[in-house]
């Protein structure tokens, strides 16, 4: 007997905000919370670049929404991106290498749970056929949001994710609140929804992949965003931060 919808969680475990030490983006860790909550989202992970999300008065908030926020990040190890969920600051900050990654999923066993975040596009710091290499030091593959048609490089992590027996989980990699909400996976609730519920559920349970073709008013969208966009706001922080930089020289002569 099929469970019913309402037994079953909306999850979403790649999510950036303005907490993000890497990108500049426009949108509050509160603000999703709230969208996630309008959406009937269960569990989220904010995944800054390298560094943990942990501000705790969101993950009382989340809780008190009745949502798990699971503890993340988005790390480039040696040139490739990783997401590690249920980790901590000094975890990550050890991190130089994928045999490090190995060591820490030795001593952390289940209670953490590691996948491939757009393993075969080709901007930013995918990981490509090294996939194929360090696949042990990966719980997941993430199916990315971005396709459409034709253009579907995730046809590559399917055939990857069978070959070893890897999970496929759908995320919204969300940069922009408005594309946050469409690329879910879900899973059936689980009896105590704890981090380690949800990661045995990916591992072994019943789960379901929402991610729907990009619309093109999605492609015009994030084109605009991280081709115009982001890489403007980046210019001004940047020139911002040395501004501040050699006044606060200045000062101290």
Request: one cysteine or more; glycine letters at 6%; proline letters at 4%.
């Amino acid at each position: 007997m099929s469970q019913s919808k309402e037994n079953w969680i909306k999850i979403d475990l790649h999510i950036h905000t303005l907490d993000d030490p890497k990108d500049v983006l426009d949108y509050s860790a509160h603000q999703l919370l709230e969208r996630a909550k309008q959406l009937g989202f269960g569990v989220l992970a904010i995944t800054l670049h390298d560094a943990v999300f942990d501000r705790a008065e969101v993950f009382s908030d989340a809780a008190a929404m009745g949502m798990l926020l699971i503890p993340a990040a988005e790390v480039r190890l040696q040139g490739a991106d990783i997401i590690l969920l249920n980790v901590n600051a000094g975890e990550v900050t050890a991190l130089k290498t994928f045999d490090d990654v190995r060591q820490l999923r030795a001593r952390r066993g289940s209670s953490i749970f590691t996948f491939a975040p757009h393993p075969f596009f080709k901007l930013g710091g995918s990981i490509g056929e090294r996939l194929l290499e360090e696949i042990d030091c990966f719980d997941a593959i993430e199916l990315c949001h971005f396709h459409k048609g034709l253009f579907d490089l995730n046809r590559r992590a399917v055939k990857v994710a069978a070959k070893f027996g890897k999970p496929l989980i759908a995320t919204s990699d969300a940069h922009q609140l408005h594309a946050f909400g469409r690329h879910y996976t879900s899973i059936p609730r689980p009896s105590e929804l704890t981090s380690e519920s949800v990661f045995a559920a990916l591992r072994n349970g019943a789960r379901r992949v929402v991610s729907p073709s990009a619309s093109i008013v999605d492609l015009v969208s994030m084109i605009y965003f991280f081709f115009l966009i982001h890489p403007v706001r980046v210019r001004l922080q940047r020139s911002r931060g040395s501004a501040l930089e050699s006044q606060s020289k200045r000062d101290r002569r």
